[in-house]
Structures are given as C-alpha cells and as structure tokens.
C-alpha cells in the first residue's frame, strides 16, 4: 500500500516570508514614527520661537520702528526665565493635540511630551556697549534714506576738521587777550594813576558770564524747565554697572558712513529745540544726546555753546582772510592806541577787536539758527552779517544780536538741525546710544503698562535648547536660533 506525501512547503514558505514583511513592517512603522516625531518636534519648536517672538514691544515699534521682544513682559524685573515660560507654554500647545478625531494619530503613535527647554544664548539690544542696537536702527534707516545726506554730512564734518574749528578755545584767547591788555595798561602808568582800559575782549568776557541763552533766545520765550534724575535711567544703571548683558552672537561695528544713517535715525526719533517730539519726558532731545544733562534748559545752552564755538573760529578765519575788514580792524586798533596813549598794546587791541567780531557776528549766527534760519559754515562776504560799527555799539552796550534774517540767509547754507548733525558726528557713539536709550526708557515708561521698561531687557534674538520626548522610549533634541 502506498503512502500519500501531503507537502507542506508552501506553509512554511509563507510563515517564514510573512515573519519577514512583518518585521520589515514594524521597522518601517517606526521608523515613520520616528521620522515622524522628529518633524513634530521641529514645527513645534519653530513655531514655538516665532510664536515667542510675535510678543513684541508694541510702544517700542510703533514710536522707533523697531522690533524687541521685552523680556520684564511688564514685570518689575526683566529675565530670560520669563522668555523661557513662555517658550514653555507655547511648546507644550504646539506638542498637545485636544482635537478626539486626531487622537488616535497624536495620541497612539507619537504621544509627544516636552521634556525641557533652555534659553542658550540671548542677545539684547545693550550688548557689546549698544553695538547690537546700533546695527538694527541701521538697518531701519537704510529702507528710508538715500546716499545724499550721507555726502553732505560727510562734507560738513571734513570741513569741520580740516579748519579745526572744534580745536580752538576762543573764549581762552579773548580772556588771555583781555589780561596782557590789563597788564600793559597799568605798568604804564604812574603808580598813582592806574587806568583799566576795557577793549572789546573785555565786553566780550562779560556777554558770555551772562550766557549764551540770553542772547539767541528770542525775547519773552519761555524755554522747557523739565528736569531728569539720569540715574533712573540706562546711563545712570551702567554708571552702578548694574546693567543686564546678554549672550548673544558678537555684532560688527557701525563703519563712518553707516555711523552717519545711524545718526539720521537718532534725529528722527528725537526731539529738539523748535520741533519738539509729542509726548516725550524731555524737550530738547538731542540736545540731551549732546550733553546728557538732567535739565532741558542747560542741554540746550551746551548746544548751542558748542555751535557757536564753530561760529566763532569760522567767522575768525574769515575775518583774517578778509583784506577789507582786517584793515578796518587794524585802523580802529590804531586808533584806540592813541586814544589811551598806549602804541605798544595796538596789536592786542588789534587782535581783541577781531575776537570780539567773531563772537558776536556769532552770537547772531546762532540766534538766527535757532529762528529756523540757516548759517554757511564757512562765511562769504555776501553772508556777513555785522559791519565794524555795528558790533562796537553792540559789545558796548551790552545788546543782543539782531536775528531777524532776510529770506536769501533763510535758505542759503546750514540750518540747526545740521549742525546737530554735525555735532553727532563728533560725539562717542557708545556715549550716544547709551543716551538715547535713556529717551527710550523715559518716554516708553509713560505709556500704559510699562512704568518698568528697561532697554536692557529688550531683547533681539535668541537661542533656545528643547528637548521632546515620546512615550515610546525615546526623544529629540533640538537647537534652533531666531531673530528679528
């Protein structure tokens, strides 16, 4: 009797390939799990930090044109660790899903979890002495402004240098004048008989005791007597060294021409004397930025010393170069000699007379400025304003310039907010960014909710380490960096 054979190759061909699909299978499937966690993990930080970052400061965009994210979130106190639980609470959003039809999807195969998150690196806008600042108010102003005022600002400063008209102490040299004159007047004498003779120098030095206010202010106008405690401010706190610093990447410096539209975007979002900025603690802004006084009324008369410093070394080189007055000059220094009986103090009256018409053809160059009008910086005899008589009767009587300009001398030349220009230029551009920090703080504080807003709290960026992990055993960990 034959045995019948009933094969069963084919059973066991099927459980062999179908153990293998299987477990190619579940590889597969975790491996798509993976992959799959691994991109939930990126979205929900990506979106993580941008949603961080959308919590701009509104006051600070809306007045400067600036995006930074304030880390005091209205809080007494700015710090990363309050960054970083907002971080923490978006991610988590981003990482949960309450939508029941999506369950089975989130649920079961991810169930993705935060596990940690830090704050890396944070650059605020103070860091590397206002460097970081700086280069975003730069890339603000490059949207708005061409290359022309960057040619002419770079032409006034070289002006500026070249004659050293910020180098000479004019003031020292009258009073020196002033005192030889003084001296040789009395050793001429007899010992019984001593005669003070007053030169124009002489008037000159009682003019500036009095201020320079006094003269170039119009008559009746009333200036700004806001005061300021600067240590309440950013200047004041880095004074204490009691600034935040970041730990942001390192920022290149501004170079002169970039430094120039940096400037425009300090005028633009600062007030000064004749154009006020509304709702601003401060009047005369830039003129703080110039002197950093807690007081309006004395950043405005350093501003306009220093303005009429340039004046008075330009309208001296003038009046030297020019064969015409110099030798009115010489003839009235000629004459006062021989009035007092004096020949060997002729060349300091000589040089006295020169002074003395600098400094009030100056006076009156500043006066007319702050009147809106416009000043050359260097002078021609077409734009002289004050003929030899005219600063005589002037220095002797003690009056004030006439600012009262025709329409030609309102248009010709350099208006006020130039010469601000130019003094920017001149100044230290940590000192200027510290200061202007300040006028953020104060005006920004003034707003409602932001009575603590500190500028070193402002942050621009920043670098966050998260960690997710899944149910499964296993996790993710991301680095991502954004900015503004």
Known sequence: MRRRYLPGYLTVYVSLTLAVVLSLCLVLIEG???????????????????????????????????????TSYGTDYPSCYNTQAHLDYYLEQNLSCEDRRLGFLYGDLLKPSLS???????SLITDQEGAVFRRRALEVMKAKMGLEIIEKVTDWVGTVEEKGLLERNMEAEAAAVEQ?????????????????????????????????????????ETL???????????????????????????????????EILYHEFLLEN?????????????????????????????????????ICAIREVANTLYLY???????????????????????????????AIFLGWAYLESLYDVKLLLEGGRVPLMKEKESWHYGLRGIWSSLTEGSAPDGNADEESRTEGLCYEDYLRVLLCLEDQETLTCRFLDLMEMDVRATEGNAAFRADGCAVGLTAEVTVESAFGYSITLEREKTY
């Not at 240590?231 to 501004?254: F, K, T």
């Open 180 to 220: 030889q004159i003084q001296t040789c007047g009395e050793l001429s004498e007899a010992e019984w008989t001593k005669t003070r003779i007053k030169s124009p120098a002489a008037f000159e030095e009682e003019m500036r005791r009095e201020g320079i206010l006094k003269w170039v202010i119009r008559e009746g």
């Open 116 to 122: 940690q998150t830090a704050i890396r690196r944070i």
């Open 224 to 258: 700004s007597g806001q005061v300021i405690d600067t240590g309440q401010y950013l200047s004041g706190r880095a004074a204490r060294g009691e600034l935040n610093r970041g730990s942001g990447e390192a920022v290149a410096e501004l170079d002169p021409l970039e």
């Open 270 to 306: 600062s007030g000064h004397y004749g154009a006020c900025r509304q709702g601003s603690l401060l009047q005369y802004q830039t003129e703080y930025l110039l002197a950093g006084c807690g007081k309006d009324s004395e950043n405005l008369s350093r501003t306009a010393d220093w």
């Open 32 to 70: 798509a799990r993976r992959s799959v966690m691994g991109l939930e993990a990126e979205c929900a930080v990506d979106l993580g930090m941008d949603s961080v970052l959308a919590e701009y400061h509104r006051e600070v965009f809306d007045r400067y044109g600036l995006l930074v994210l304030d």
């Open 321 to 351: 170069g020019d064969s015409v007055k110099s030798e009115e000059v010489r003839t009235a220094a000629q004459f006062l000699s021989e009035l007092f009986a004096l020949p060997e103090i002729e060349p300091l009256l000589e040089t």
